[in-house]
């Protein structure tokens, strides 16, 4: 039997896209541009979201995808996973394939739990006999057992996470994919899937995993691929991965510098993203300074959210306005401040992304929009030897109380 199982050989992916002279807001608009313009077509553009990659991959081996939002990670998973055909190129691939790509992926909203679990082993290829033999287990790993016979379409997103994660992994395919979709659990689901697909791992199954979170890809991952612009820039050992996925925020990418060219919807765009000073030191407020623009017309509110990531790739802080009832009214411009107080940041240079969003989802993405620097200087009022504050991903603000007797 052959040690490989995933060859992919230059495969490529094209999407035709389709943009319109101008925007229109209203019906009316529309219905007097096309009276007055009967013969204009939508301008068209070939992108390639995949182009060019090859890689093998070995039996029990798991590997890490890594690379910037548009990068054809989750592109490429969707050919693995055979939802979507390559353009190019060809994937032979030596085993089942269990799937996790988005949230309620396999499911029928109207069914219970306990009818998805048959209905997704089954897309999994799985007979009801192998799907009854890990019926317990998969109800006991994914902690929905009280809510097994309620049609899953009152589930939330991170209940829906939980058990499609524990039915592809417990199912014997020979091959796992599963995308960031495990960002919605909480921290303990998540530990919880990282240490499943380790033991998915070491019984000799294949493993490919895409995230942003580096820790994770260090932990659980023994190869990473890094992807930039639908290509595969490096396919190797973990560290270097990391390493080519972090220099990349190093060179904004024409995309950060035209706002146009951000992944979302575009009725607004960050402008500017600006700290306050050049340096903090570890204890004080950090602030940013912000301005939105908006360039098409949009009347519901919105709402900003940002992410704070440390030099390591390790995500700290997210700052979502919603949790503070936080929300832009529709305006052409507007200027604002991000006030971060805690927790006390490591010197180093810090990574800021923001988001502007709404409930009809993104509308702007800015990828390392501002990098906040962190001066070296401890925040307590006495100094030690280095082991005194060496460990742990920030500084905490505590205090110690002794009594005598």
Known sequence: MTDI???ATNIAKSYIIRH???DHVTLAETVLHRVAHPFSRPQ???FWALNDITF???RGD??????????GKSTLLKILSRITKPSKGEIHLHGRVG?????GTGFHPELTGRENIYLNGAILGMRKPEIRKHFDAIVDFSGVEQFLDTPVKRYSSGMYVRLAFAVAAHLESEILVVDEVLAVGDAEFTRKCLGKMQDVSK?????????????SVAVLCNKAMYLERGVCTFAGDVPTAIEHYMKSFKNPQSAAVDPQRRPGTGEYRFTS???AKEFFTCGEEKVIKFTIKRFKHYAAPVYVSCLLTSPSGVELIQGDSRLLNFWLKSCPSACGELRVRTPWLRPGDYRLDVFVCAAGGLIDQFEHAATVKVAALLPYPETTSGDGSARGIVFADFSYALESE
């Open 62 to 71: 798991v590997v890490g995808i890594i690379g910037r939002n548009g990068a």
């Open 20 to 22: 319109n002279a101008s």
């Open 99 to 103: 799937s996790l790509l988005e949230v």
């Open 56 to 58: 093998d991959v070995n």
């Open 5 to 7: 199982a995933i060859r």
């Open 273 to 275: 993203v600006t700290p």
């Open 203 to 215: 019984s000799g199954r294949t493993v490919l995993f895409v995230s942003h979170q580096m820790q």
């Open 44 to 46: 068209k553009e070939l």
